[in-house]
């Protein structure tokens, strides 16, 4: 079994920061990628910022210079830094990985349970 366990969510002013992190455990081989999505009040689930397993970023545009994403492989670890953050980031935070776990063919899927960020105006 493979588990993501998010934490670092809570209530922050307008302008605020906060600091996500996302813990994967489990019968792990190997972690391909690491994610984190985001879904609003009434919105669809979107990507956030995502990590390649040799570092390469990508972000929303809505994100752009504000957040940045880091992982720790020793830790099977991924981190989001949340700077400027306005009352639209408002969202359940969710963590996404493609992960090899042992005995499986290929990658998969795996999701945390996510984390709520409210952003006050």
């Known amino acids: 079994q493979v588990q993501l366990v998010e934490s670092g969510g809570g209530l922050v002013q307008a302008g605020g920061s906060l600091r996500l992190s996302c813990a994967a455990s489990?019968?792990?081989?190997?972690?391909?990628?690491m994610d984190w999505y985001r879904q609003g009040p009434g919105k669809q689930r979107e990507l956030v910022a995502g990590?390649?397993?040799?570092?390469?970023?990508n972000y929303a545009d809505s994100v752009k210079g504000r957040f940045t994403i880091s992982r720790d492989g020793a830790k099977s670890a991924v981190y989001l830094q949340m700077a400027s953050l306005k009352p639209e980031d408002t969202a359940v935070y969710y963590c996404?990985?493609?992960?090899?776990?042992?005995?499986?063919?290929?990658?998969?899927?795996?999701w945390g349970k996510g984390t709520l960020v409210t952003v006050s105006s």
């Open positions: 990590i390649t397993r040799g570092g390469s970023t």
């Open positions: 996404h990985a493609d992960i090899l776990r042992s005995g499986a063919p290929y990658g998969m899927d795996y």
């Open positions: 489990g019968s792990i081989v190997r972690i391909n990628s």
